[in-house]
């Protein structure tokens, strides 16, 4: 019995081979593996990185733009909200560095970068 199978495993190896070579050059390549052109290629990941930067990254450019206009015409008597979420006057700008009075005789000091918030400008966004 061993011998028998033996003897027809060259034999099924051939013949498969063999149907496989006439399937290769009758059969057509798929599309997909065909070259199909870059532009069409290229499409889908031109459409996603458009929808990344009109979704995502201009919106916060613009936040972004905002925050610095609003951080650059701070003035005397301005109430603002720090990072940190401090509320307070400011009573003094020097350079960076911005006095906030945020009770009687309360002054600190806070870098303007970290103020955020104007409260009650115009063009801001109520926050829920």
């Known amino acids: 019995m061993k011998l ?3 003897a027809a495993m060259p034999l099924l190896a051939v ?3 063999a149907a ?5 050059e009758t059969a057509e390549a798929p599309a997909g593996c065909m070259g199909s052109g870059g532009i069409t290629g290229l499409l889908p990941i031109v459409a996603m990185v458009a929808i990344f ?5 201009r919106p916060q450019q613009k936040q972004s733009k905002q925050l610095a206009e609003m951080r650059n015409a701070l003035k ?3 109430r603002v909200v720090t990072g940190g979420g401090i509320h307070g006057v400011i009573t003094n700008l020097k350079g960076d560095i911005v006095t906030v009075r945020i009770a009687d005789s309360v002054k600190i000091d806070v870098d303007r970068n970290s103020l955020t918030l104007v409260p009650g400008q115009v063009g801001e966004v109520e926050q829920a």
């Open 4 to 6: 028998r199978s033996i």
């Open 15 to 17: 013949a498969t081979a």
């Open 20 to 24: 496989q070579e006439a399937a290769a």
């Open 53 to 57: 930067y009109f979704l995502i990254i």
């Open 76 to 78: 005397k008597g301005d």
